[in-house]
């Protein structure tokens, strides 16, 4: 076991490589009665063409690291929830773009609940009968969305930028791709991507590192593992161009909904220089968008956006866009009035103590989320897994200059690359 001393934010990270090639990383919070566990898998929605060194190429249905998911906690001697539960813990996991993070919390028997975790996860069962009757649960579920104004508008936008990478397909599937889904697509999937080397598991709170990494590496060495070689993740070449500039679907809503964004090149950034263009491009967007700008005031004061008009940036070594929106009565004077107050911005650049209390006011944030064990666990693997490390993030933050921003402001908000999301009334 190895540490990492953080002393700027008075923590220390430890952490261990298994002989199987899990990576296990431990932050005791002394004091915290909390403790937070995930277990995850570098396998989201957008992998679903890959190879596996030394194995043939695979193509396998949308929706499966989804279908997957839901499908671990599928258990021969009945529901993995009660086992949780029956030791005072909640569990849950979720399927993103890039991850399937299954986790827990709990203020007692943190020992059983992460031997839980692990065996769970690590003992799939699947069969006709189950995966079967997962496609009626989970079409459902594809159908509820297809139903949610705010989920068309959001995936309406990213639809709308993507003409190739498969970020542009809903994290579920289709209703007709999971229908080709079946138990052995299930564990071709599961041995390329739940290999231990291909994982992490993540525990903070009042938990003694010692005795976490000595259950783990004993609860390993109880198990068989083949070494596994390198997962190649195939994508298609992505058009520089969004693939379309606007794109509407019509739900019953009251107001109109209405999601903008800026598709932008990836450039190949990996590790920290990703992690630093992201802090950058976020303090850019709340320098522009946040609640207490110039911007946001005109906007509300005009009755163009309500309070939950908001922004978020989402970077990837595969992909990096923005998305800026909300409800509003009239979506092309909004557009209007935005490309015409960020054109002046651009030319001007920022103020320099709005710059200054809007970067404070980012590493007040970081600071305050240090005290919520379930963030630092999300964050933590989101980072990890793009080659970042969150408790790195405040100095990067103290090295962002104005003239970073500015630059980022003329970069990331390019007209040629906007796309626009709207969901309104039929």
Same mark, same amino acid.
């Given at each position: 076991?190895?540490?990492?001393?953080?002393?700027?934010?008075?923590?220390?990270?430890?952490?261990?490589?298994?002989?199987?090639?899990?990576?296990?990383?431990?932050?005791?919070?002394?004091?915290?009665?909390?403790?937070?566990?995930?277990?995850?898998t570098?396998?989201?929605?957008?992998?679903?063409?890959?190879?596996?060194?030394?194995?043939?190429e695979?193509?396998?249905?949308?929706?499966?690291?989804?279908?997957?998911?839901?499908?671990?906690?599928?258990?021969?001697?009945?529901?993995?929830?009660?086992?949780?539960a029956s030791?005072?813990?909640?569990?849950?996991?979720?399927?993103?773009?890039?991850?399937?993070?299954?986790l827990f919390?709990?203020?007692?028997n943190v020992?059983?609940?992460?031997?839980t975790?692990?065996?769970?996860v690590?003992?799939?069962?699947?069969?006709d009968?189950?995966?079967?009757?997962?496609?009626g649960?989970?079409?459902?579920?594809?159908?509820?969305?297809?139903?949610?104004?705010?989920?068309?508008v959001?995936?309406?936008?990213?639809?709308?930028?993507?003409?190739?990478?498969?970020?542009?397909?809903?994290?579920?599937?289709?209703?007709?791709?999971?229908?080709?889904?079946?138990?052995?697509?299930?564990?071709?999937c599961y041995?390329?991507f739940?290999?231990?080397?291909?994982?992490?598991?993540?525990?903070?709170?009042?938990v003694?590192?010692?005795?976490?990494?000595?259950?783990?590496?004993?609860?390993?060495?109880?198990?068989?593992?083949?070494?596994?070689?390198?997962?190649?993740?195939?994508?298609?070449?992505?058009?520089?161009?969004?693939?379309?500039?606007?794109?509407?679907a019509?739900?019953?809503?009251?107001?109109?909904?209405?999601?903008?964004g800026?598709?932008?090149d990836t450039?190949?950034?990996?590790g920290?220089?990703?992690?630093?263009e992201?802090l950058?491009?976020?303090?850019?967007?709340?320098l522009?968008?946040?609640s207490?700008?110039?911007?946001?005031?005109?906007?509300y004061d005009?009755d163009?956006?309500?309070d939950?008009?908001?922004h978020?940036?989402?970077?990837?070594?595969?992909?990096?866009?923005?998305a800026?929106?909300?409800?509003?009565?009239?979506?092309?004077?909004?557009?209007?009035?935005?490309?015409?107050?960020?054109?002046?911005?651009?030319?001007?650049?920022f103020?320099? &103590? @709005?710059?200054?209390?809007?970067?404070?006011?980012?590493? +007040?944030?970081?600071?305050?989320? !240090?005290?919520?064990? /379930? =963030? #630092? &666990? @999300?964050?933590?693997?989101?980072?990890?897994?793009?080659? +970042?490390?969150?408790?790195n993030? !405040?100095?990067i933050? /103290? =090295? #962002?200059?104005?003239?970073?921003?500015?630059?980022r402001?003329?970069e990331?908000?390019?007209?040629?690359? !906007?796309?626009?999301?709207?969901?309104?009334?039929?």
């Amino acid at each position: 076991m190895e540490s990492i001393r953080y002393e700027h934010l008075q923590e220390t990270l430890y952490y261990e490589v298994m002989d199987n090639g899990l990576s296990v990383y431990v932050l005791p919070k002394p004091g915290f009665e909390k403790t937070y566990a995930t277990f995850a898998t570098k396998f989201g929605s957008v992998d679903n063409h890959f190879q596996v060194e030394g194995k043939q190429e695979q193509r396998v249905p949308d929706g499966i690291a989804h279908f997957l998911e839901h499908k671990m906690f599928e258990e021969p001697e009945g529901d993995i929830f009660a086992t949780f539960a029956s030791n005072g813990a909640s569990a849950n996991a979720f399927t993103s773009f890039d991850q399937t993070v299954y986790l827990f919390s709990a203020t007692e028997n943190v020992t059983k609940n992460i031997e839980t975790l692990i065996n769970f996860v690590q003992n799939p069962y699947f069969t006709d009968q189950n995966v079967n009757k997962e496609k009626g649960i989970i079409g459902q579920e594809i159908n509820m969305y297809q139903d949610n104004p705010d989920w068309r508008v959001y995936f309406g936008l990213i639809e709308a930028m993507f003409q190739k990478h498969p970020v542009r397909i809903d994290i579920a599937g289709t209703v007709e791709s999971i229908s080709t889904i079946t138990k052995e697509t299930l564990y071709d999937c599961y041995n390329a991507f739940y290999h231990p080397s291909n994982m992490l598991l993540f525990v903070v709170g009042g938990v003694d590192a010692g005795e976490v990494m000595d259950l783990v590496r004993n609860n390993q060495a109880g198990k068989n593992y083949d070494k596994q070689g390198k997962i190649e993740r195939l994508f298609e070449q992505e058009p520089t161009e969004v693939g379309e500039k606007r794109r509407e679907a019509k739900l019953a809503v009251s107001l109109p909904k209405c999601l903008f964004g800026f598709k932008e090149d990836t450039k190949g950034l990996r590790g920290e220089e990703l992690l630093r263009e992201d802090l950058t491009t976020r303090l850019m967007m709340d320098l522009l968008f946040g609640s207490s700008t110039e911007l946001y005031q005109k906007l509300y004061d005009e009755d163009l956006i309500s309070d939950g008009f908001g922004h978020e940036y989402n970077s990837s070594p595969q992909y990096r866009f923005s998305a800026i929106g909300g409800d509003t009565k009239d979506p092309d004077l909004l557009l209007s009035r935005v490309r015409a107050e960020v054109e002046e911005i651009q030319k001007s650049g920022f103020d320099a &103590a @709005h710059f200054e209390r809007t970067r404070k006011k980012k590493m +007040g944030g970081y600071l305050r989320m !240090l005290n919520s064990p /379930e =963030s #630092i &666990a @999300h964050e933590f693997t989101r980072y990890q897994f793009r080659g +970042g490390d969150l408790f790195n993030v !405040l100095p990067i933050y /103290e =090295s #962002i200059t104005l003239e970073d921003v500015n630059r980022r402001l003329k970069e990331h908000v390019n007209w040629e690359q !906007l796309a626009v999301s709207l969901v309104v009334s039929p």
